[in-house]
């Protein structure tokens, strides 16, 4: 599987600010994905990141509050826009490899704290 | 949407005896079923997963079942270790030929193996 970083690995943020998550893969891959995981719960799909084009967002997540870039096939960052303590959680990247279009392999993740 | 629903939320076995996870899904054109297994603080690992045209697929102490016209699959894990404490998430989402499949994940069980 593709080796997987992001960075930072944890952040503690103040209210109404914004935090960039980067997410590194160490070859290309199809597609990349960010997820978020509140605290105790399952993991909930924020948006598909495309490559050279917008991102395409799940209901409830809005390009305005999660902003996300991914200018090459190794490459993605997700904004957490104008935090609230409501956007305290793990957000995971995770990257789906050539040629195996359907497995998908995680990031370790950013947990981030708002307060 | 797909929807996937998994039971027990939490289940204790001691050690060496069997584990078994249930989940059903609701998506008809689900064809591609991944089990995640996270530890505490550490990111979801696939530990094993299966496809349509499958109806059980094996890895050692692993196994995972598929019944299509039932909509459900099931994880079971047997001679279970200490070590196989963890939150494991099963997942669905159909396969298209070009583009990663967005997984839908079920609300997790953790699995406690005592001594």
């Known amino acids: 599987s593709a080796v997987i970083s992001q960075k930072p690995s944890r952040d503690i943020c103040q209210r109404g600010t914004s935090l960039t998550i980067q997410c590194q893969v160490d070859s290309q891959v199809t597609m990349m994905f960010w997820y978020r995981q509140q605290p105790g719960q399952s993991l909930t799909l924020i948006a598909t990141?495309?490559?050279?084009?917008?991102?395409?967002?799940e209901s409830g997540f809005v390009i305005d509050k999660f902003p996300i870039s991914r200018p090459n096939l190794t490459f993605s960052t997700l904004t957490v826009s104008n935090m609230s303590p409501e956007d305290s959680s793990i957000y995971l990247c995770s990257v789906s490899r050539q040629g195996n279009t359907d497995t998908q392999y995680f990031g370790p993740g950013t947990r981030l704290t708002v307060l | 949407g797909e929807n996937v629903e998994q039971h027990p939320s939490t289940l204790s076995v001691q050690e060496g005896d069997s584990a078994v996870i249930k989940c059903t899904y609701s998506d008809s054109a689900s064809n591609y079923f991944p089990w995640y297994k996270q530890e505490l603080g550490k990111r979801p690992q696939l530990i094993i997963d299966?496809?349509?045209?499958?109806g059980e697929k094996k890895d050692q102490r692993i196994a995972v079942t598929l019944n299509k016209t039932a909509k459900h699959f099931s994880l079971h894990i047997t001679e279970t270790q200490p070590e196989d404490s963890a939150v494991y998430f099963c997942?669905?989402?159909?396969?298209?030929?070009?583009?990663?499949?967005?997984?839908?994940f079920g609300t997790g069980t953790r699995l406690q193996v005592t001594l």
């Open positions: 299966i496809r349509s045209n499958v």
């Open positions: 990141a495309n490559q050279g084009s917008e991102a395409t967002y």
């Open positions: 997942a669905a989402s159909p396969i298209r030929t070009g583009t990663a499949s967005k997984l839908t």
